[in-house]
């Protein structure tokens, strides 16, 4: 039964019962389970372990995952809706959950073989052990095809070499989709992309990034040293990596997008609560007109950047062109999150710069949605590419 409905361009937004228990699930788990210490995770940048272990067990991290492989089986409506809500509270548990979910797992689900599937994808999706997506390298962020690392063919195995960087996960994790180039005459098209497992001879964890936000996701550079993956650990036909990558980014930026929605909305929703909770001049700080506005302005940019998210969403389970969606609504929702999340910690006021009231933690998380998954700027290139394609 229908009890939330919106129509925009044709597009049906019907949240099913499903989707709301969805929705609640999510927020009581932030609430439960996510809120208690966050702010000494944060302090620490310590992993939150036993959180994520649990977010397995109750399904957050394979969510979209067929059950055949221990998924959820459930659609992208579902999966934004709870990334919003785990991300309203621990922006660093919601990268987790968005690169095991839409990068990972996705990635294996669509394009790896049965028996790739069953000896890692199941594993991913019960949350038995988390993946990372190791596509950057040192010099190469948004000139994604300049890869370093090298995947020379031996016959029946590849021998990789190189180094990754700000890989989420980097420590984690217990299997990486990794990113290299066998063929360099090839360029792009001579790129693979590897199932590599922690624990292979070569391949070492590198230097944890000490970061600005997002501070209790692990972050690390990887070292590859010949690494030996047999053969059947590519994904899809030799040369498939970078259209691999490509591919699967496209997923993942609906759910960068869904989690800057999720940290705008967050700090919004804690702004509003202290506006009617803090008095000056005699009445509570709401009365006044200038709060009232950039409230008033919030809530209007965080529902537009929900509806761009929620069509993104839409036209990915209906099997529709989705990669400008997807680029829109990363781009204006992570534009958002870093405004609305500055516009809480003024409405907060000194309050908003110290940490017990969240607000800053969260203008410190929203910055990274305007840079990982693709920039800002290269969200504009996508977009400006498909205008005329
Ligand atoms: N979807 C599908 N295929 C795509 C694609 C897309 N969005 N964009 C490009 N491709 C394909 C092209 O069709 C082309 O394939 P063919 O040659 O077979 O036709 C191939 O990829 C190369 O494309 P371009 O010639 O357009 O390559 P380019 O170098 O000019 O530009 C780019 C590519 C769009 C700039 C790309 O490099 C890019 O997206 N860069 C950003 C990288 C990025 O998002 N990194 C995120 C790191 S992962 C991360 O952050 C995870 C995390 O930890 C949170």
């Given at each position: 039964m229908a009890t939330a409905s919106l129509e925009l361009q044709g597009l049906n937004f019907n949240l099913s019962e499903e989707h709301l228990a969805v929705q609640e699930a999510a927020r009581d788990f932030a609430q439960?389970?996510?809120?208690?210490?966050i702010v000494e995770r944060d302090n620490e940048a310590r992993f939150p372990a036993e959180q994520i272990k649990k977010m397995g067990e109750l399904g957050f991290?394979?969510?979209?995952?067929?059950p055949d492989y221990g998924?959820?089986?459930?659609d992208t409506v579902s999966y934004v809706l709870a990334m919003e809500e785990i991300s309203k509270i621990d922006a660093s548990a919601s990268v987790v959950m968005s690169v095991n979910n839409s990068l990972v797992c996705y990635g294996l689900e669509a394009y790896g073989t049965e028996e790739q599937k069953q000896k890692y994808l199941t594993r991913l999706a019960t949350g038995e052990t988390i993946g990372a997506f190791c596509l950057s390298e040192p010099e190469a962020g948004?000139?994604?095809?300049?890869?370093?690392t090298t995947a020379e063919d031996k016959g029946d195995y590849y021998l990789v070499n190189g180094t990754k960087n700000w890989?989420?996960?980097?420590?984690?994790?217990?299997?990486c989709l990794v990113i290299a180039q066998t063929?360099?005459?090839?360029?792009?098209?001579?790129i693979n992309c590897l199932i590599v497992e922690k624990g292979m001879p070569g391949f070492v964890v590198g230097k944890k990034e000490d970061k600005?936000?997002?501070?209790a996701s692990d972050t690390h550079s990887l070292l590859f040293t010949d690494v030996k993956i047999p053969?059947?650990?590519?994904?899809?036909?030799?040369?498939f990596g970078f259209k691999f990558a490509m591919s699967t980014l496209n997923g993942g930026r609906i759910g960068i997008a869904a989690q800057a929605l999720g940290i705008a909305a967050g700090a919004y929703e804690l702004a509003l609560k202290y506006s009617q909770e803090r008095k000056s001049f005699g009445k509570q700080?709401?009365?006044?007109q200038a709060i009232q506005f950039k409230l008033a302005e919030m809530a209007t940019k965080i529902e537009a950047a929900r509806l761009l998210v929620y069509k993104a969403a839409r036209l990915k389970d209906e099997h529709k062109d989705y990669v400008q969606a997807a680029a829109m609504a990363k781009l204006f929702a992570s534009e958002i999150a870093m405004w609305a999340t500055t516009e809480a910690v003024q409405i907060h006021?000194?309050?908003?710069?110290?940490?017990?009231?969240h607000v800053e933690r969260l203008m410190r998380d929203a910055k990274i949605t305007q840079i990982y998954e693709g920039t800002s700027e290269i969200q504009k290139l996508v977009i400006a590419r498909e205008l005329i394609r």
């Open positions: 439960n389970e996510l809120l208690p210490g991290l394979g969510m979209m995952v067929s998924g959820g089986g459930m948004s000139d994604a095809t300049s890869q370093a890989i989420t996960n980097g420590n984690s994790s217990g299997i063929n360099r005459e090839k360029k792009h098209r001579g600005m936000g997002i501070r053969k059947q650990n590519r994904i899809g036909e030799d040369g700080i709401f009365e006044h006021g000194g309050y908003g710069y110290v940490k017990e009231f």
